[in-house]
């Protein structure tokens, strides 16, 4: 019997997760990879996949039992988004605002919010974005601008924000604002809101979303925007956790962002088991002096380097979705999670591309697109080189003499 | 409505089959999985119940304990309880002997309708509904392309290489359904954790009161003597598209006799 490629073994997973994981890469192999060629080049929202994931019930993964969804661990979560990534790392963009600001509503929201968000947001009927990084505000959170100032019950918004993957199609966002501006340090005047708005609206209140989106090298067919607050108008309890949560949204945006390293970790381990299994037969189907190239040692060790970057980089996310699941902190795991995978992903997609030669280089063939989505996993979620920071950091906290 | 629906566990249908040259079988330790045509069967019962007949859909399988997620996947595709044969007493069973301990499994309980998916991809046999409706001496109609339910009357428009039978039958009744009757569902994450809390029914051999003698390798009367791989298709014929492509081609095929 032949084994399959990035096969589940040796991670210890139950049948559960097991079962899940297959039903996704089921989906990816009948509906994403034999179509995201052309909504790529067209850079289309795909539409009929995200429904189909919408019918499996993927929007509510890592929602809560109680509130509709299926309450999974984030080991099945992380992987679950490798899979995704495998077929297109943009499907797992479209649905990650859900997981990261489902997961701030459950840890931090009042009863409230839970019960208005929660249940949307798993069904898919709500979609949301997050929103953190401005225009001169990225790896450094604490240097954002926008602020919130509170005029009776509401809180006025001004300001502008970079990057907001879904913003256009999201009916709900996580914000993060400065709500006392003259607080030192910084972040002890952040307040994390939860705005709704109309989904698909350019224009709502003093909220603008310049049109067209931003134009990317890859990561297409999900907007990424800008949006522009204006004195924009939210009722106060649109604040995450009630009264309480003023001053704490730092914090809160914090806690969910080990995750968002574990989920851009997973995509990265994505791209790269589909870079190497385009290899792994191309090396066989491709012959040159007389013999298949994957008989030839140096194309033997570029699959061999690009399999054991595979198995690390599984085996690091695993590890740091277990600890962080554990309760743990994880800052460290996560980080190295997130900096070794990304990588990985980069340089599976390059020797992918060398592997295939001309074929791939050319925008006929897959192995360019996942060239074209790896630089955004080095960048994203905290930089490759702040990850450096976060990890040493870490290491010397944990090890201090 | 009580409809069972009998499910295989095959190995992976993606991957290459291999046989034991010992014992001339299949070898069957990899990766398994649900037979993919019985998905099409759970689909049709599905869609009877989402009609609004009120339906258990009952998924039946003989096959070893290891199968247990195999019946899983059939209850996330759609079933309400599940039926699962599991004795060492049934290895080595060919279709008579598959057929004899199915049939007894749905004696045990009255269904309307037993559906079979058209083939298994293991051994691409295609005849097991016949057998088991033979020995339930029921109806049977095989390649469904749709079906009808009128009471306790099912019509089925039935596939044949001119077009298609109709044909109407008394329930209780066999059907195997064709693969072109319907587009399985992916199963939802939900049911698929869900299945394992559904009613399973696991069964021996003197559970369902099946002789072992009857059974296995000794009710079985298929002899393997030899495998040889197929014979290689003839010379091919190239042409090339030089403008009188599409008339080369029409000569060919009249020539063959392929259209008149």
Redesign the interface.
């Known amino acids: 019997?032949?084994?399959?490629i990035c096969s589940f073994d040796g991670l210890d997973l139950s049948?559960?997760q097991r079962?899940?994981l297959e039903?996704i890469r089921?989906?990816v192999d009948a509906e994403i990879l034999p179509t995201v060629h052309q909504l790529e080049a067209d850079d289309e929202f795909p539409q009929k996949i995200v429904d189909?994931l919408r019918?499996?019930?993927?929007f509510?993964?890592r929602i809560p039992v109680e509130y509709g969804g299926?309450g999974?661990d984030l080991v099945t979560y992380a992987l679950a988004i490798a899979e995704l990534s495998r077929g297109w790392t943009s499907v797992s963009g479209i649905v990650n605002g859900q997981y990261i600001v489902g997961g701030m509503i459950a840890t931090h929201g009042t009863e409230e919010q839970k019960q208005r968000f929660l249940p949307r947001l798993a069904s898919g009927e709500l979609r949301c974005c997050f929103s953190m990084t401005e225009p001169d505000a990225g790896s450094d959170v604490r240097a954002i601008r926008m602020t919130a100032r509170r005029e009776g019950d509401e809180l006025v918004i001004d300001g502008q924000k970079m990057w907001v993957t879904n913003g256009l199609r999201a009916g709900l966002i996580g914000l993060l604002v400065k709500t006392d501006p003259t607080a030192d340090p910084p972040q002890k005047g952040m307040t994390a809101l939860l705005v709704e708005k109309e989904a698909g609206q350019e224009q709502v209140g003093g909220l603008t979303i310049p049109m067209p989106p931003l134009k990317k090298l890859g990561y297409k067919g999900v907007e990424s925007v800008e949006l522009v607050f204006d004195g924009h108008r939210v009722p106060a309890s649109a604040i995450l956790g009630g009264p309480d949560g003023e001053g704490q949204g730092f914090y809160q945006m914090m806690s969910g962002i080990e995750t968002g390293r574990i989920n851009v970790a997973a995509r990265g381990l994505g791209i790269a088991m589909r870079a190497f299994e385009l290899a792994i037969r191309y090396a066989q189907e491709r012959s040159a002096f007389g013999k298949p190239i994957g008989q030839h040692q140096l194309i033997q060790a570029k699959l061999a380097d690009m399999a054991t970057g595979i198995e690390a980089s599984r085996q690091l996310i695993v590890a740091a979705a277990r600890k962080k699941q554990a309760g743990g902190r994880a800052d460290v795991e996560a980080g190295m999670a997130k900096l070794f995978a990304t990588e990985v992903a980069q340089r599976c997609a390059e020797e992918s591309m060398r592997i295939h030669g001309g074929y791939g280089y050319s925008r006929e063939y897959e192995i360019e697109r996942l060239y074209r989505d790896t630089p955004l996993l080095l960048i994203g979620e905290g930089t490759n080189e702040i990850q450096r920071l976060i990890i040493a950091r870490g290491l010397l906290a944990r090890h201090a003499v | 409505m009580k409809i069972a629906i009998c499910v295989k566990e095959v190995p992976d249908p993606t991957a290459e089959k291999r046989i034991d040259p010992g014992t001339n079988r299949l070898v069957r330790t990899g990766e398994n999985t649900l037979n993919p045509y019985d998905r099409h069967a759970i689909e049709e019962a599905v869609r009877i119940k989402e009609s609004g007949v009120e339906t258990e859909i009952s998924i039946v399988l003989v096959g070893p304990a290891s199968a247990a997620r195999t019946v899983d996947k059939a209850l996330a595709q759609g079933g309400d309880r599940s039926v699962h044969l599991a004795d060492d007493g049934l290895a080595d069973s060919d279709i008579l002997a598959t057929s004899r301990a199915l049939a007894a499994l749905l004696e045990r309980d009255a269904y309307d309708l037993v559906l079979f998916g058209q083939q298994a991809s293991d051994a691409e046999c295609y005849v097991m509904a016949a057998a088991v409706a033979e020995r339930l001496d029921r109806p049977c109609v095989s390649q469904a392309a749709s079906l009808t339910l009128d009471g306790s009357t099912l019509r089925v428009k039935r596939q044949v290489e001119t077009g298609y039978d109709t044909v109407e039958m008394p329930l209780p009744a066999v059907v195997s359904v064709s693969d072109a009757i319907n587009e399985p569902r992916y199963p939802s994450l939900p049911a698929i954790m869900g299945a394992k809390r559904k009613p399973h029914e696991v069964l021996s051999l003197a559970d369902a009161g099946i002789d072992p003698d009857t059974v296995g390798g000794a009710g079985s009367r298929t002899t393997v003597r030899g495998l040889s791989k197929p014979a290689g298709r003839g010379a091919s014929v190239r042409i090339e598209d030089d403008g009188t492509a599409a008339e080369k081609i029409l000569a060919f095929l009249v020539e063959n006799k392929v259209v008149v």
């Open positions: 019997m032949k084994e399959r049948d559960d079962d899940v039903a089921g989906f189909g019918d499996m019930g993927l509510g993964m299926l999974l």
